[in-house]
């Protein structure tokens, strides 16, 4: 009996022990991201995820809001002089980095040329730059060479590479080194020595920062922050992040799995936000060096068997989060068009057939890569293996994981030595808003993306599209930019589709735009 | 023993030569480009390529071996690509929950596993026995991650009762260190459970059926004394080398269950270096996988040492 009041005792001491710690009183925002916080230099990876990062902690000049214009942030107001070659820029007064010092011209100039040195419109936009200078500590100039049409577009670029402004001390560093100093001046402070890889990422609230006036709306307007700390809470099995979402533990998901979604559509305590309206966008990726879709014939064969529909219902599944778009730029913006999509728009397995066998393809077998670790983006070769098949082309689907693709993507060689023939990929549709943004229409031979399209006509006309400042005029280029992408066929648009995020009922004010960021939302 | 000791202990050099050699080889001739990793989706060859040079993965393989056992034999195991931490630091980040986790696991498993191979030896053939074999096939072969989902299914969102995830470290409270522990180490311990015990129920059943058993019987010794002071007793070797063994597996047993219950131990820090080629880190943890098997093996020869009077080395 004493033995057993005794294991009682110590029972009892070890429930106590394991009771709940109290909360504290700060407000702590506790969010999984969609991956894990590695790389923490936003000019070293084009990673969605150190892009969200440098929205935490950094402020940029110009923001995107969610009707795609561009707003000024960081900056005041800019003149533009009567030949439109030297535009001048005045900081809003008051804007300080975390360490209390105030940002200077002198801050945005290092950081601009050391974001141009990664970025193609940054590297675009020094193209046609003879001077990027610091006026004053408010104000900084910028000379053209002639007229460029994309000033405050690359500016305000929202998606990797951004243009964060950064301590001139720590832009400084060269473009091939990552920084190791992550004092920003944007609306959360990293806390570095909080920061866990693998396990979580800390941030505070920037008790300095000076918000705008106007309403948030994408990444412009006024970044107020109503709670005292973010958290991300790595979590990377998603039926853990749905457990932790259920049982409260974390507050947000930011890519639940889609599979996830019918149990949180039945839990009162989690609703389902779109911040992102435009979503993400998926494309299948031809090697234009490599036979047999060096030949633009054999090219246009493939496009013509190519279906958006089957795409998306097989690997999204869930009708309302899913729609075709015949259109190399996102759909509902400001450049869609149809035109040149009609062997895509319009699907025909015979004329696909029929197109193969004028392309004179010889059989020679394709190697398809399958990120087969990519949950939102494995289902997609499947479906390109069946109906390239169905048309006369022999698929080699070759299973890897994701980092293995991305690897061997680089290489130019054939696929019998390590080369490819064709990848699928998604991007957030935001990277696609304009032609010179979209990678994937840069026709520039070496200099291009994966797959490396050489077409002199359309970098002729992204040339052109980046020069003109008239929207009538842009609007009638990126048509032709599409026509000819897609005669040349740089790549085939497989659809779009969305991944919202789930929150505790508590949690509100997310902001609409492109991705999730973290000012003005509160908890109840 | 003392000669012993220092042999063992020197042949765990060309032990770690040749795993940091084949580590080193075979994550350079595997695919994968660290370079590719870092840089993102949407990044391009050119951009790969100045990756590539400042990691310092253009030059040959031969100069970063050099270079990089040069530095580990000075006790520096690099830098992670990733981080910019070093490994050490990633590692000692990591340690506290794996091996929380592992000793936790064992613990438990050791704690009902002996009991109850011991109480089926003695009732064998008996309900007990049966039921015993029955839960031990049960716990082979349920997935460790199907059995946490259950778990967490029933104890956490059910019940209420303890976190669905996460870590928390000692230095932060006993409490929470602890309730973030036992749905883990409960997952991960059914299998060792299942196999210790059966490993113990064979030695003890074996041991019973010995002579000195029926002499001690026959003295009229308490069958509980017969039991665990000369049946368990004389059937330790086979068990504690189980339980050795159980221990080395655990190292890296806790991947599936780290990932499930988002604890940020080595086994993850692992998967997430191998899935990101970071091979400073993957190199690092191996090494030091390596060791703590090395040393777990001669845990157990030193414990035969204990356990059996006739074992001399």
């Known amino acids: 009996m004493k033995h057993w009041s005794r294991l009682a005792a110590v029972m009892l001491a070890a429930l106590c022990a394991v009771l709940p710690m109290q909360a504290r009183g700060e407000k702590v925002l506790r969010v999984t991201p969609h991956s894990n916080l590695t790389i923490l230099d936003p000019g070293w990876t084009t990673a969605y995820i150190t892009r969200n990062h440098g929205y935490m902690i950094y402020d940029t000049l110009y923001g995107m809001d969610a009707t795609n214009q561009i707003r000024p942030q960081m900056v005041e107001r800019h003149e533009v002089s009567k030949d439109r070659k030297t535009w001048t820029f005045t900081l809003r007064e008051g804007l300080e980095f975390h360490d209390g010092r105030p940002v200077t011209s002198a801050d945005v100039v290092a950081s601009l040329t050391r974001w141009a040195k990664r970025d193609s419109m940054g590297e675009m936009l020094m193209r046609y730059t003879q001077a990027l200078e610091a006026v004053d500590a408010r104000t900084f100039r910028l000379k053209l060479t002639e007229p460029y049409g994309l000033v405050l577009e690359s500016l305000g670029k929202p998606s990797s590479y951004v243009p964060f402004i950064l301590p001139k001390r720590v832009a400084d560093t060269p473009a091939d080194k990552q920084i190791d100093d992550y004092t920003g001046s944007g609306p959360f402070v990293f806390s570095k020595d909080e920061w866990k890889p693998g396990e979580r990422v800390v941030y505070r609230k920037n008790t300095r920062y000076r918000p705008r006036r106007e309403a948030a709306s994408g990444t412009a307007g006024g970044k107020v922050v109503k709670v005292d700390r973010v958290e991300w809470v790595i979590i990377k099995d998603p039926q853990t992040q749905a457990n932790a979402l259920a049982a409260g533990e974390i507050d947000v998901i930011e890519y639940p799995a889609h599979e996830s979604y019918a149990a949180f559509k039945a839990d009162p305590n989690i609703r389902i936000v779109e911040p992102n309206p435009l979503g993400y966008a998926a494309m299948l990726r031809f090697n234009h060096l490599q036979p047999p879709f060096d030949n633009p014939k054999v090219r246009r064969a493939a496009m013509a068997a190519l279906n958006q529909p089957a795409f998306l219902r097989t690997q999204i599944g869930i009708p309302e989060m899913y729609r075709t778009c015949f259109s190399v730029y996102p759909c509902k913006t400001r450049y869609e068009t149809s035109k040149g999509m009609d062997l895509i728009a319009k699907p025909d397995m015979k004329r696909a057939q029929a197109l193969l066998k004028e392309s004179g393809y010889d059989g020679t077998p394709i190697v398809l890569m399958q990120p087969a670790d990519v949950a939102p983006a494995a289902k997609f070769p499947v479906v390109a293996t069946q109906l390239l098949r169905q048309a006369g082309f022999k698929v080699d689907m070759q299973a890897m994981d994701w980092q293995t693709l991305v690897s061997r993507r680089a290489k130019k060689d054939p696929p019998a030595r390590g080369g490819w023939n064709i990848f699928i990929t998604f991007w957030a549709s935001v990277d696609g808003l304009n032609p010179i943004a979209m990678n994937a229409l840069n026709a520039g031979c070496d200099k291009a993306w994966f797959g490396w399209p050489c077409d002199a006509e359309l970098e002729k006309l992204r040339d052109a599209f980046a020069r003109t400042g008239d929207d009538a005029v842009r609007k009638s280029i990126a048509e032709q930019i599409q026509a000819r992408a897609m005669e040349i066929v740089t790549h085939v648009p497989i659809g779009e589709f969305q991944i919202p995020l789930a929150a505790r009922k508590n949690v509100t004010g997310f902001v609409t735009g492109y991705f999730l960021v973290f000012w003005n939302i509160e908890q109840a | ?313």
């Open chain 2, 1 to 313: 023993m003392f000669k012993f000791l220092l042999h063992r202990l020197l042949a765990t050099i060309p032990v770690l030569l040749v795993v940091a050699v084949v580590v080193f080889l075979l994550l350079r001739l595997t695919p994968g480009d660290p370079a590719a990793v870092i840089a993102g989706d949407i990044a391009t060859t050119e951009q790969i390529e100045h990756i590539r040079e400042s990691l310092g993965l253009n030059r040959p393989l031969v100069v970063q071996f050099g270079i990089w056992f040069g530095n580990a034999l000075q006790g520096d195991l690099g830098e992670s690509f990733f981080f910019r931490k070093s490994v050490a630091e990633l590692i000692a980040q990591r340690l506290e929950p794996t091996v929380a986790l592992a000793l936790c696991t064992i613990v438990l498993a050791v704690a009902v596993a002996v009991p109850l191979g011991v109480l089926a030896a003695w009732r064998h053939g008996g309900w007990l026995d049966r039921a015993l074999m029955g839960f031990s096939t049960l716990g082979f072969s349920i997935p460790v991650f199907v059995l946490a989902y259950l778990l967490i299914w029933l104890v956490s969102l059910e019940l209420g009762w303890l976190p669905v995830q996460g870590y928390r470290r000692l230095a932060e409270g006993f409490g929470p260190f602890i309730r973030h522990l036992i749905l883990p180490s409960l997952t991960l311990s059914v299998i060792y459970i299942a196999l210790i015990a059966r490993v113990t129920r064979a030695a003890v059943s074996e041991a019973l059926t010995e002579d000195f058993v029926r002499t001690a019987r026959a003295k009229g010794l308490p069958e509980r004394r017969v039991l665990i002071r000369h049946a368990l007793a004389n059937a330790a070797v086979p068990i504690v080398t189980v339980i050795g063994i159980g221990l080395a597996l655990l190292i890296g047993g806790v991947v599936v269950t780290e990932s499930v219950y988002a604890i940020p131990g080595l086994g993850r820090l692992t998967v997430d270096a191998v899935l990101a080629r970071d091979f400073p880190t993957i190199q690092g943890v191996i090494l030091l996988f390596s060791v703590a098997y090395v040393l777990v093996n001669l845990a157990i020869d030193l414990a035969y040492l204990a356990l059996d009077p006739r074992i001399r080395y």
